[in-house]
T-cell receptor, first 115, second 110 residues
Framework: NAGVTQTPKFRILKIGQSMTLQCTQD?????MYWYRQDPGMGLKLIYYSVGAGITDKGEVPNGYNVSRSTTEDFPLRLELAAPSQTSVYFC??????????????FGDGTRLSIL | GEDVEQSLFLSVREGDSSVINCTYTDSSSTYLYWYKQEPGAGLQLLTYIFSNMDMKQDQRLTVLLNKKDKHLSLRIADTQTGDSAIYFCAESRGYQKVTFGTGTKLQVIP
């Protein structure tokens, strides 16, 4: 049981490049999330999804896009990388059904540097 | 909006108890969580408590909730060097939007 898997683990990008951070989960969770973690700032929610085909903005969505074509996968896209997007990115998933809200499970993160 | 606050750093000696504190502002919080993050890793759920509970114990971990003061604490008994990590307090109102604190770095001195 792999849980939440993120790839790549590390990446260095040049300003203006684009890339996709991959996230997949094998727990049949309906909810998935993307966070960024900056030093001393905790986690900020970028986007989330309540099920396949449904996505919504979090606190800090600017500069990012997501899609959710399957229950398992929730990729995060950076179209024009900027230095402010240097961060550690975490994907998470959870199950929620009629008030039965289970805690979120996290991947190990993608460390992204924009130079 | 919701806010979750924690002290940034705590240092304890191996074998002592650690108490990590957290305050939150949302009185509608229904779930309160403690996560542990080791270097280079993601967040690992340690324990969580429903807002209608005052206390939850799980082996060396004890969570205390004071709803009146909106105060949550995590006590780790017999702290070990393997407990050194960053501990995040978080709260949600049950619809899966979770607000995280900035994390408390626990240093265990051998």
């Amino acid at each position: 049981n792999a849980g939440v898997t993120q790839t790549p683990k590390f990446r260095i990008l040049k300003i203006g490049q684009s890339m996709t951070l991959q996230c997949t989960q094998d727990m049949n969770h309906n909810y998935m999330y993307w966070y960024r973690q900056d030093p001393g700032m905790g986690l900020k929610l970028i986007y989330y999804s309540v099920g396949a085909g449904i996505t919504d903005k979090g606190e800090v969505p600017n500069g990012y896009n997501v899609s959710r074509s399957t229950t398992e996968d929730f990729p995060l896209r950076l179209e024009l990388a900027a230095p402010s997007q240097t961060s550690v990115y975490f994907c998470a998933s959870s199950y929620s059904d009629r008030g039965n809200n289970q805690p979120q499970h996290f991947g190990d993160g993608t460390r992204l540097s924009i130079l | 909006g919701e806010d979750v606050e924690q002290s940034l750093f705590l240092s304890v000696r191996e074998g002592d108890s650690s108490v990590i504190n957290c305050t939150y502002t949302d009185s509608s919080s229904t779930y309160l969580y403690w996560y542990k993050q080791e270097p280079g890793a993601g967040l690992q759920l340690l324990t969580y408590i429903f807002s209608n509970m005052d206390m939850k114990q799980d082996q060396r971990l004890t969570v205390l909730l004071n709803k009146k003061d909106k105060h949550l604490s995590l006590r780790i008994a017999d702290t070990q060097t393997g407990d050194s990590a960053i501990y995040f307090c978080a709260e949600s109102r049950g619809y899966q939007k979770v607000t995280f604190g900035t994390g408390t770095k626990l240093q265990v001195i051998p």
